[in-house]
């Protein structure tokens, strides 16, 4: 491939079916990794030098086989998203212990697992961007958070020690932090009387980890935060 790799975790028809052609359109070759291959398969065909990697990320060794033929096929990835997310709701009475490990086990310990495949190759280049997309719940447990703020809040501070870390070594590493709802069909017929003004449009956020991917490293960001403008916040 001639292109430089960029790889993408929890690929779906929101933020990350956008994040892909971003990079896709930065001129980046793309892997896209999901738990299934039906949604993904199609949207490599659209796009140049992309491929399909079926992906758990909350299993180690899923992961280890994906990215194995990752960089078997396309190369080792210079950037690297995580978008993968389990949103589990619920208060800490009606949540169970496994729904509380799930969502643990999907945003933080596979944001750790695919992270550690990636930046080997990246410290021997002395380069490389590593971008999380994380939540504003990240930062605060509402009522029926229990599980998931918990789990976005060990995924922010993993990336936190990760750019404490790594920067130094010539890796951006980064975190956006939606505070929105992804437009997307299925919240439009949820939320009808919303306006435009109350959405995220995910090719937005997506240009936003672009310009993250781009910074120059006397400037470099840790953390941005996206969300509408008719957003309260």
Not at 97 to 105: D, K, Q, T, V, Y
Request: net charge neutral; hydrophobic share 50%; proline share 6%.
């Amino acid at each position: 491939m001639s292109r430089p790799v960029c790889a993408v975790v929890g690929v779906g028809e929101g933020n990350g079916a956008a994040l892909a052609r971003a990079f896709s359109d930065a001129g980046m070759a793309v892997a896209l990794l999901a738990r299934r291959l039906d949604f993904i398969s199609k949207l490599a065909a659209s796009l140049p030098e992309a491929r399909a990697y079926a992906c758990d990320a909350a299993d180690a060794a899923s992961v280890a086989e994906a990215f194995a033929r990752v960089r078997s096929e396309l190369g080792d990835p210079t950037t690297f998203i995580y978008n993968a997310g389990s949103g589990v709701w619920g208060d800490v009475e009606s949540i169970s212990l496994e729904s509380f490990e799930a969502a643990w086990r999907v945003n933080a310990y596979g944001a750790l697992a695919v992270s550690q495949q990636v930046i080997p190759a990246m410290k021997a280049a002395g380069s490389g961007t590593i971008i999380f997309i994380g939540a504003t719940a990240s930062r605060r447990g509402g009522p029926n958070t229990a599980a998931f703020a918990p789990a976005k809040a060990a995924q922010r501070s993993l990336a936190e020690s990760m750019a404490r870390s790594l920067w130094p070594l010539g890796i951006h590493v980064a975190l956006i932090v939606i505070d929105a709802v992804v437009d997307l069909p299925r919240a439009r017929k949820m939320m009808p009387d919303k306006p435009d003004s109350f959405f995220l449009k995910p090719e937005d956020m997506a240009a936003s980890a672009v310009w993250l991917a781009r910074q120059p490293r006397s400037a470099w960001t840790f953390e941005i935060e996206v969300r509408p403008n008719g957003e309260r916040w």
